[in-house]
């Protein structure tokens, strides 16, 4: 059920954004996108039987989500974004699904200094932190957490930076999540001039 939430929470959200733009009158469209993320702490090494390893970092991962973007109408440069999606990565290894899942939910003020140039600070929090082995190894679950993101993009494709600490529930480990990524994204719905 709690998986269930955030595609609930999203598509309220998509139906909002969608009505809104049927009426031509809100500075609300929506976003989509995805970012690809690399490094963090090794949360596990996996060993293949052909001498091969392959690390699961904590900061690595594709990143899906989809949410809102909020124009300013008397200051069109400036706006709010609010995102939910999924972080996943995965191994190669066939006979087990090992995978490492987070929930981000991701809040950025954004300046549009010309027309096509984003440049965003604000809040990533990841939620669901779990890293499954699929019984090949002990499974892993981390608390939430959340860190500072920064993204710089041009015609919806950029450079992105998150900090952010994972603190292993069992244990008390704690791993590093910091992440540079490459971000895909887009707006639709936005009221027409």
């Given at each position: ?5 955030p ?7 998509v139906s909002a ?5 049927q009426?031509k009158k809100s ?7 995805a ?8 949360v596990?090494?996996?060993y ?9 970092r904590a900061g690595q991962g594709g ?6 973007e ?5 200051a069109?440069?400036l706006a709010?974004r ?7 990565v ?7 699904h090992?995978?490492l899942?987070?929930?981000p939910l991701?809040?950025t003020?954004n300046?549009y200094?010309?027309q096509?140039?984003?440049?965003a600070?604000?809040l990533?929090?990841h939620?669901?932190i779990?890293?499954n082995?699929d ?5 892993l679950s981390f608390?939430s957490?959340?860190?500072?993101v920064?993204?710089?993009a041009?015609a919806?494709?950029g450079l992105?930076y998150?900090?952010m600490?994972?603190k ?5 480990d704690?791993y590093s999540a910091n992440?540079?990524?490459?971000s895909?994204?887009?707006?639709f ?5």
């Amino acid at each position: 059920m709690k998986r269930i939430q955030p595609v609930i929470v999203l598509l309220f959200i998509v139906s909002a954004i969608s009505a809104s733009a049927q009426e031509k009158k809100s500075p609300l469209s929506g976003v989509i996108g995805a970012n690809f993320e690399f490094g963090g702490d090794r949360v596990a090494e996996i060993y293949f039987t052909n001498g091969n390893t392959q690390s699961v970092r904590a900061g690595q991962g594709g990143h899906f989500y989809a949410g809102a973007e909020y124009r300013f109408p008397k200051a069109q440069k400036l706006a709010l974004r609010g995102t939910v999606g999924i972080k996943y990565v995965t191994t190669a290894a066939d006979n087990a699904h090992i995978r490492l899942t987070r929930i981000p939910l991701q809040f950025t003020a954004n300046v549009y200094p010309v027309q096509k140039l984003r440049i965003a600070a604000g809040l990533s929090a990841h939620t669901g932190i779990r890293f499954n082995a699929d019984g090949i190894m002990q499974n892993l679950s981390f608390q939430s957490a959340n860190g500072p993101v920064f993204e710089i993009a041009y015609a919806g494709i950029g450079l992105t930076y998150t900090a952010m600490k994972y603190k292993n529930k069992e244990y008390g480990d704690v791993y590093s999540a910091n992440a540079f990524g490459f971000s895909f994204s887009t707006t639709f719905g936005k009221k027409k001039k």
